[in-house]
C-alpha cells in the first residue's frame, strides 16, 4: 500500500505542479481531483483510518476544509480591497482583519474539532495536523523540483542552441 501510495504521488507530481502554477479559477477540475484523491489516500494512511471512519471522518473534513477555504479567501479578498484603498490607516486595518478572521478561523476549528472527536481518535486528530502539513510541504517540494527541472532543461536547450550558433559561424 505505502509503495503503492508513494509511486502515486511521484506520477501525480506534475499534476501538482501544474495545478500550482495556475490561478484556482484556471486549473484543470481532472488535476483538483487527482490532487485531492492523493490527499485522502495520503491522510487516511497517516491516520489509520478503518473503513468505518473513513465513511464518517471524509464528509466532515471536507465541509471543515471548505469552510475555512472560504475564511482564507475571505482574507485575500479583503485584504486586496483594503490595500487599494485610501485609508490612511488601512495597516491597522489589516492588523484588525486579519486577527478577526484568525480568531473565526480557530472557532471553526474547534467547532470540528469536536465533532471530529466523535469519529476519530484525538491522537489522530493531532497526526492530521502534521499529515496536512507534511502533504502540503510534499506538494511545495515536488512542485519546487520539477521548476528546478524546467530551468535545467532551459539552459541546456539555450546552451546547445549557442553551440549551433557558434559551429554555423
Excluded: H
Excluded at 505542479?17 to 491522510?43: H, S, T
Excluded at 471522518?57 to 485575500?76: A, G
Excluded at 486595518?93 to 474547534?110: F, H, S, T, V
Amino acid at each position: 500500500m505505502r509503495k503503492l501510495l508513494i509511486m502515486a504521488m511521484w506520477l501525480a507530481s506534475s499534476w501538482c505542479a501544474l495545478a500550482q502554477d495556475q490561478p484556482e479559477a484556471e486549473q484543470d477540475p481532472k488535476v483538483l481531483e487527482k490532487i485531492n484523491a492523493l490527499r485522502i489516500a495520503y491522510i487516511s494512511e497517516k491516520l489509520g483510518l478503518t473503513t468505518t471512519q473513513a465513511e464518517k471522518f471524509w464528509p466532515v473534513y471536507r465541509e471543515f476544509s471548505d469552510k475555512r477555504k472560504d475564511l482564507r479567501q475571505e482574507l485575500i479578498g479583503a485584504r486586496k480591497q483594503l490595500k487599494q484603498g485610501e485609508d490612511p490607516d488601512k495597516d491597522a486595518a489589516l492588523i484588525k482583519l486579519g486577527l478577526e478572521l484568525k480568531q473565526r478561523e480557530l472557532d471553526l476549528e474547534k467547532t470540528y474539532s469536536d465533532r471530529l472527536l466523535k469519529v476519530i481518535t484525538a491522537q489522530q486528530i493531532l497526526n492530521l495536523r502534521k499529515a496536512e502539513g507534511d502533504f502540503q510541504q510534499m506538494i511545495r517540494d515536488q512542485i519546487q523540483q520539477r521548476r528546478m527541472m524546467q530551468q535545467r532543461n532551459e539552459t541546456i536547450r539555450e546552451r546547445n542552441q549557442r553551440l549551433k550558433q557558434q559551429q554555423k559561424n
